[in-house]
């Protein structure tokens, strides 16, 4: 486990947590000194609350990824065995309820209907007005 927690990916991962919480907290510390000031406002009180927040969650980032590492894997789990037979079974879920799916059967159209929404469709597919004769429109002098 620590030669785990020193290897160099986990150390660059330790010197990253260690610098953002630093920089964060002086980043919040100076939002304090900037709210203290004659120009302060709300807004740098707001700053300087939420800066620590920032190192918190990186904290918290730190802490579970050092969980995760941790944690023993499945693999190292012995398999499970049947008593009459050396061939390891695989791993079963106990499902509390029991669930059976239902499928709803499509409503099939009549073809009344059918015939009915295809007219509709052609009435609005064909143009509001017929087309223009452009010869129609002249007339002679």
Known sequence: MRSLLLSRRW???????????GVFL???WWQWGR????????????????WPAFAAFVCYVWYRMLRIEL??????????????DAAPRPRTVQVRRHYRPTTAEPAEPSDEQLDAYNAYLATLNAPATP???PAA????P
Do not use: F, K, M, W
């Open 11 to 21: 150390l660059v991962r330790h010197a990253v947590a260690i610098v953002l919480i």
């Open 71 to 84: 944690r023993p894997t499945a693999e190292s789990d012995p398999p499970q065995t049947n008593s009459d």
């Open 131 to 133: 087309p223009e004769d």
């Open 35 to 50: 709210a203290q000031s004659l120009t302060g406002s709300a807004q740098n009180i707001g700053y300087a609350l939420q």
């Open 26 to 28: 002086g980043l919040a």
């Open 137 to 140: 429109r002249r007339t002679a």
